[in-house]
T-cell receptor, first 116, second 110 residues
């Protein structure tokens, strides 16, 4: 299994531009999570999906951020317009099971975003 | 969410056991205790989790206090590759969310 796949691995853009981060979860996993990590705020959950449906988006910073999961094998996190304070490493993770049958979250390698 | 408290940093000698403590005095009966670690420049990876009983796997052991208000992650024989930030996280039974704190930065001394 290739694990969780994220693209691009690095993104450098200018303030005001649209940024799209992509994630392919592990096949068979029914939950997908988007996290952001910065030195100041640590690792924060932005949003998570279960069976392609957004369950909790309370961590999404503001309207400039949006996430979609059109099918079980693909998700995007979009920032429009981007700002320098969005610079961070964005991780995608996937998992299967719920409750007592919950399994571990598998994290991707992350996308390092720099907004100039 | 119930919170956890961990030391900011710890050091240990290579090839010796490491005990990483975690306090969670407000834990509820439906909270699972999860441990993840993050190696430098990588995403977090699962280490172990438990509810009430001690747990063992190929990576580590988890010792849970009888009152569940604290737990200890045990690495039986630390290697340089175990240098990482270790996160102790409480997850409610009915919820898939993981809330990461600041964790413990473990340094292994050769």
């Amino acid at each position: 299994d290739a694990g969780v796949i994220q693209s691009p691995r690095h993104e450098v853009t200018e303030m005001g531009q649209e940024v799209t981060l992509r994630c392919k979860p592990i096949s068979g996993h029914n939950s997908l999570f988007w996290y952001r990590q910065t030195m100041m705020r640590g690792l924060e959950l932005l949003i998570y999906f279960n069976n392609n449906v957004p369950i909790d988006d309370s961590g999404m910073p503001e309207d400039r951020f949006s996430a979609k999961m059109p099918n079980a094998s693909f998700s995007t996190l979009k920032i429009q317009p981007s700002e320098p304070r969005d610079s961070a490493v964005y991780f995608c993770a996937s998992s299967s099971g719920t409750g007592a049958n919950y399994n571990e979250q598998f994290f991707g390698p992350g996308t390092r975003l720099t907004v100039l | 969410d119930a919170k956890t408290t961990q030391p900011n940093s710890m050091e240990s000698n290579e090839e010796e056991p490491v005990h990483l403590p975690c306090n969670h005095s407000t834990i509820s009966g439906t909270d699972y205790i999860h441990w993840y670690r993050q190696l430098p420049s990588q995403g977090p990876e699962y280490v172990i989790h438990g509810l009430t009983s001690n747990v063992n796997n190929r990576m580590a052991s988890l010792a849970i206090a009888e009152d569940r208000k604290s737990s200890t992650l045990i690495l039986h024989r630390a290697t340089l590759r175990d240098a990482a930030v270790y996160y102790c996280i409480l997850r409610d039974f009915g919820n898939e969310k993981l809330t990461f704190g600041t964790g413990t930065r473990l340094t292994i001394i050769p």
